[in-house]
Each structure stands twice: as C-alpha cells, then as structure tokens.
C-alpha cells in the first residue's frame, strides 16, 4: 500500500527563494497548458495528447524569451505538474461519461499564486536524496533541513514540498509500505457517528466530541476580526493572514492527531469495523454545518478504512439508507422515526435502546450481512491515502443532488486566473 509521510523542513530564506521560484514554473506549466487545451477546445480542434502539451509548454517554451526561466526549475517538477493536468481531466472525462463513480469532478482549474497551498513534486527520475546528515536533498533547491518526527519505513518514491497557508514547509513523501497484519482480534464492531458523542460503539463505548473548533471558536473570532481592521494590501495584513491561518492550522492539526489515535485503537481491538455512510456533504449543508465540519467524520472514516486495509482488518460502510436508529437491534421491528431529542427508547418487545448504541448494534448487524453476501471478502477495495489533492481536481459543490450531467466538457476559468502568468 502506498502511504504518505509528512515532515516539516526548514528552508533557509536561499531555499525559500529557489521554493518560490519553482512553485511559480509549475503552476504556469499548468496554467498554459490548460490554456492551450482549452482553446484548442474552443476552436473545435482535437484534445491535445500529453506528449504534444509537454512539448508545447515546456520545451518549446523554454526556447522562447518569454519563458527562458523555466530552465531555471528541474525539469520534473514541471512534468509533474503536467502529469497533475492530465491526471484532473482524465477524473474529469471520466466522471462525465460516468465511468468514474462517486461525486462529480469538475474541469481542471486555473492555478494561482493566491491559492492556499502550493506544492512540487519530485519523483525519483529527479534524483532526490535524503542525505546521511537527514537532509533532503531537491535539485536546484538545495540541501533542506528536515524533523524527522519518524523514520520512512522504505525508500520513498516521490516527495512533495509543500507550503501551506500559514507558511509552513512540509516535505511529504510517498512510500510503498507492506502491510503488517495485527494477530487476529475477536471483536467486530459497529460505529454510529454522531454529534453529541463523536463516535458510539455497538459495545457500548461512547466517545464524547472534543469539538476542536469551537473551543478555538473566540481566538479565531478575535484574530479574524482584527484581520479585517487592517487595510487591503498592507504588510500587516498579510501578517494577520498568516496568523488567522496558523490558528486554523493548529486546530486541524489537532484533530487529526486525535482521530489518528482512536482510529487505530479502534482498528487494533476489533477484526471488522462497519460505518454507517453518512451524507455528510448534504448535513453540512443544513443548520448543524459548523458542527458536522468540526467533527470530520469523512477524514476519521477514511483512516479506518486504510488502516483496516493495512492492519489487515475488514472494513465495510453500510447503505446509509438503512434505518439503523428506528429499527429495535433485538427483534429487528421498525418503530418509526425519532426526534433527535429522545435519547432511548422502549421497544415493544421490551427491550430498552440507547438511541445511539441501538444504532450502532444496526450497523454491525447489517456489516456482517453485507460482508457475508460478499463471502467474507472486502466490501468495497481498500484505498489509497495518497495522491487525493494531488491532481488538481476541485469535486463540484453539491455531489448529493442528481443533477443530470453535461454532455459537453464545459471549462470553467475560474476566478483563479492568474492573468499575467508570471510566477
Ligand atoms: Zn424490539
């Protein structure tokens, strides 16, 4: 399976220049790359292969004046970023013509030197070493400091620079990790995530929300607001960005750091894990949205699920269409939906549910089933944690609705443009 490990590095303010530098080639890379894909769509002509669009926008423009600079980056960081291009409309196509299942994938994006997060990356054509002294070694970068938080369990076949919001530099690294399959555990169990307890086991265990974000809440509201006193375009402004994006990040961090933990407890103590498949895009649209954001149900399942794969654990999600908090778990009667506020319930065969542990106990019950109807195998085939942002695919906002799909490519520019695309 192929994992990521990320590490924080250090540039010196040399290497931040030289970062720079190479985050603005490959984001105009892709940006005239998906210009001139999208004017030759424009004008009717056939969709420029990749072999042709790496010649156009990289080594015919490296002979140009206006683009002599791009020699100036290794020359994989920009095949990289075209190999991001290929791989968002290749998503893209393919979610069109419905090959590609799950949530609609819009077309490829413009770039911006505004975005977020700007990355490279290196494969190992690039030559990039860790180096005996535990630097990271990037062509025409540098030798980058780097705290080892953990040792890479094999040689990484890629690394990722990364820079984030809040100006931190992250180095993450792909990595063919064999699986370590846990000595077999006896219990399987069934998850009900919810607001007011994160997660309620089918055996009963109840983990309370730590809710991260809104014990943050007053700090994040006193440095937005002083944000928003600073004048547009000012050196203390962008300060004040940076630190309103510190403080999110710290709150992310925090959560990830906690859902990593309570998933493997989890994965290790029970040798399947059934979750209910929750639409969480169409609850974070309704009144509970900061609440359901906070929790990050999507982000904890996806961990079960890959440390399943890897632990060598079964892991299934369970329709969400079925009434897992109306049904009694004992005689299997349906007894009608159920305000949010009844928190137990008599059934009338007699027995008495705790809401949330009843619906728990569904979900394993209906686990089981699902993964004997497959004869004991994998539900649904592990995933990888890895590339995911990678490929510049920005998924539409409502994947929930059934709009019906476009029959044509149509190619949004975004607001993103960067114009003048110089880095
Ligand atoms: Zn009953």
């Not at 004048?231 to 403080?247: C, I, L, P, W």
């Amino acid at each position: 399976m192929q994992l990521r490990y990320n590490y924080r590095v250090y540039p010196t303010s040399g290497q931040r220049e030289a970062l720079g530098r190479a985050f603005g080639c490959a984001r105009v890379v892709f940006n005239d790359a998906l210009r001139a894909r999208q004017e030759a769509w424009e004008l009717g002509l056939p969709y420029i292969c990749d072999g042709d669009l790496s010649k156009q926008v990289i080594t015919e423009a490296k002979a140009t004046p206006q683009r002599a600079w791009l020699g100036e980056v290794s020359a994989v960081v920009l095949q990289q970023a075209l190999a991001d291009l290929n791989v968002a409309y290749r998503n893209f196509f393919a979610s069109l013509s419905g090959k590609r299942k799950g949530r609609k994938v819009a077309a490829p994006r413009f770039r911006s030197r505004k975005d977020n997060r700007q990355a490279i990356r290196f494969t190992a054509n690039a030559r990039f070493r860790v180096l005996d002294n535990g630097r990271l070694r990037l062509p025409k970068i540098g030798d980058l400091a780097v705290r080892w938080s953990r040792a890479l369990p094999a040689a990484p076949s890629s690394v990722t620079v990364v820079m984030d919001a809040a100006g931190r530099y992250f180095a993450s690294f792909v990595v063919q990790a064999a699986d370590e399959p846990l000595p077999p555990a006896d219990a399987e169990v069934g998850i009900d995530l919810g607001l007011t307890h994160f997660t309620v086991l089918s055996d009963g265990t109840k983990v309370a929300a730590p809710r991260f974000l809104r014990k943050a809440a007053r700090k994040l509201r006193r440095l937005q607001q002083a944000l928003s006193r600073k004048q547009r375009g000012s050196n203390n402004r962008k300060k004040a960005v940076v630190t309103v994006a510190k403080a999110h990040a710290r709150v992310a961090d925090t959560r990830r750091d906690w859902q990593h933990k309570l998933s493997t407890e989890i994965i290790r103590d029970n040798q399947a894990v059934y979750v209910e498949d929750l639409c969480v895009t169409g609850l974070a649209r309704t009144r509970l949205a900061k609440s359901v954001h906070d929790a990050g149900w999507s982000q904890f399942v996806a961990m079960l699920e890959y440390k399943a794969a890897r632990y060598g654990r079964t892991f299934a999600k369970i329709h969400r269409f079925a009434p897992t908090s109306q049904r009694c778990s004992v005689c299997g009667r349906l007894d009608g939906p159920k305000p949010l506020n009844v928190r137990s319930w008599t059934c009338p065969c007699g027995a008495v549910h705790d809401r949330d542990v009843n619906a728990a106990t569904n979900v394993l019950a209906a686990g089981r089933a699902e993964s004997l109807n497959a004869c004991g195998a994998q539900v649904r085939p592990a995933p990888v944690p890895a590339p995911r942002r990678e490929a510049g695919i920005r998924p539409h906002a409502a994947p929930c609705s059934t709009r019906s799909t476009e029959a044509i490519p149509v190619l949004q520019g975004g607001e993103n443009v960067n114009a003048t695309g110089t880095p």
